[in-house]
């Protein structure tokens, strides 16, 4: 079947009413600027649902600063090439004011899932993320939705929001594709030139040293991030935001090691801040 791509609401509606037809429906929320990592979820969707529908939508409702949302990449057109080379059924592409007719008044609200890592530096970062993904799942009504453990504080708010919302849509996590040197793989890489580009793995390089300091059977926090910071090149165009290592469910800072934790950063590379994390497992 050709891609179909579509840019409102009642459109979405009216391709996706026939559910005996299009069988397991599966979801891939984006923000487009598509990369090998996206592809491994729409691949991913691909196999397990019939009917696969992929979102492209830089939501402004999740952006906490304006200079960020405006360079944010936005190649429609290769999106929507790599989407229908993946076998993707539809692609929901709508416009800011489709979305948001009016600043919406009723919204998600995130609790102690966002309190931490990126949720205190990007003040209403997850509710906006929540608020979009929720209203994507009304519009779609997936059986499925496919979310990269890359942003696994995200990928924890909405298994939370699913759980406390009763939504009846199942949570499929997919694992985080990396480049050779173990960078993740992000829109916003595209914004790191040449030099920065060499630097930019040091945050990975920093994750690992913490997984390979609790598989070594180091268990006090404190140490563990103080290691991982030293891995980290002293650069000025290097700062580090955060480095945390936290409950795998609820997101939490733990100061002791006692099952598996994630750990997670967010790096600043000249002006673009990355995001990472493991899974740290014990011996
Ligand atoms: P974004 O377009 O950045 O909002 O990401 C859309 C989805 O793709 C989210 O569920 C991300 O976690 C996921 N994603 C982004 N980068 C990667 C990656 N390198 N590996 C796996 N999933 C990713």
């Known amino acids: 079947m050709p891609l179909r791509v579509v840019q409102t609401i009642d459109e979405v509606r009216a391709a996706l009413a026939d559910r005996a037809r299009l069988g397991t429906i599966g979801l891939v929320p984006t923000m487009g600027a598509l990369h090998a990592g996206h592809a491994r979820l729409i691949e991913r969707a ?16 999740q952006f906490d600063r304006a ?16 989407c229908e080379q993946l076998g993707a059924e539809l692609v929901f592409a709508p416009a800011p004011e489709e979305i948001y007719p009016e600043p919406p008044d009723v919204t998600v609200h995130v609790g102690e899932t966002a ?51 009763n939504l009846s849509v199942r949570i499929a996590p997919v694992e985080t ?16 030139g040449p030099a920065e580009r060499a630097l930019a793995p040091a945050l990975f390089k920093a994750l690992c040293a ?13 140490a563990l991030k103080r290691d991982a910071v030293e891995a980290i090149p002293s650069d000025e165009r290097l700062r ?21 934790v994630i750990a997670a950063g967010a790096l600043w590379v000249g002006s673009t801040r990355l995001i990472d994390n493991v899974l740290c497992t014990p011996p």
């Open 115 to 165: 309190k931490h890592l990126c949720g205190a530096f990007r003040p209403g970062h997850f509710d906006g993320v929540a608020t979009v993904v929720l209203k994507l799942f009304h519009i779609v009504q997936p059986d499925v939705a496919y979310f990269g453990e890359k942003d696994a504080q995200q990928l924890a708010i909405i298994r939370r929001m699913v759980a406390d919302l």
């Open 67 to 82: 200079d960020d949302l405006a360079r944010y990449p936005r190649p429609l057109q290769a999106d929507l090439s790599l």
């Open 177 to 192: 594709v990396r480049e050779p040197d173990g960078l993740a793989l992000s829109s916003r890489n595209q914004h790191l």
């Open 210 to 222: 913490v997984r390979d300091g609790v598989a070594g059977g180091t268990t006090e926090a404190a």
């Open 46 to 61: 691909v196999k397990d649902c019939r009917t696969v529908v992929v979102s492209i939508f830089v939501n402004p409702l």
């Open 240 to 260: 580090l935001e955060y480095l945390e290592l936290v409950d795998p469910r609820t997101f939490q800072p733990v100061a002791a090691v006692t099952g598996p």
